[in-house]
């Protein structure tokens, strides 16, 4: 076990330090690497279970499991990024249990939806304005009932990418797809939104990227 240090000395490490430390056995350490990271944790695991109850089993399970695959993190990427695999993976399993009846198929959503002023290439975005989001509090509701129909493997990446604001490649490591598969689940998603606020939003309003 390495020597132990003080609370104030454990804040300069950076977490692959505390992850190294804590492997070691400085529980100290990983207690450190969770109250770093315990609110985006929670953050994720709420926005993917929309229960809090379910978020404070999943954010305990995840630490967890964390906990006892931490000798297993090579080091080759960011902490947080491991860290989101093991949440993501913990929350779907339990939305997979106890969704299945609300799940929407986002396959249904196809290429032939209207995308206005969308650039040649890229997937349309489903935001609308903040300012006008802000004043109108049934779009806001409809907006995240939209996203809660989603098929968790299409709200995994749509969240981890819109709420969290990783990147592509991000995400692809989060849950182990090419970053092609994320570009096409995101792609969906966002095909999927667009359908379903469309008549919130009405047929000239512009809510492309």
Do not use: C
Request: no cysteine.
């Amino acid at each position: 076990m390495p020597d132990p240090l003080s609370a104030d000395a454990l804040d300069t490490l950076e977490d692959v330090q505390l992850a190294e430390r804590a492997v070691d056995g400085d529980f100290a350490a990983f207690e450190k690497i969770v109250e770093r990271h315990r609110d985006k944790v929670y953050r994720l695991a709420f926005s993917l279970t929309k229960s809090e109850a379910d978020a404070q089993d999943v954010v305990q399970e995840a630490f967890i499991n964390i906990y006892r695959k931490l000798d297993t993190f090579a080091g080759d990427a960011q902490l947080s990024s491991w860290m989101y695999r093991i949440v993501v993976n913990a929350a779907l399993m339990r939305l997979r249990k106890a969704r299945r009846r609300n799940e929407v198929s986002v396959e249904e959503v196809h290429d032939g939806a209207r995308l206005e002023r969308s650039a040649p290439g890229e997937p349309a975005g489903w935001r609308v304005r903040g300012d006008e989001a802000v004043e109108n509090r049934e779009l806001r509701d409809q907006i995240l009932a939209a996203i809660d129909q989603l098929d968790p493997k299409y709200q995994a990446v749509f969240l981890l990418r819109e709420i969290e604001g990783l990147s592509l490649d991000q995400i692809a490591s989060v849950l182990e797809l090419s970053t092609g598969a994320v570009k096409t689940r995101l792609h969906r998603a966002r095909l999927f939104l667009q359908a379903a606020l469309e008549p919130y939003l009405g047929r000239e309003e512009d809510i492309s990227n």
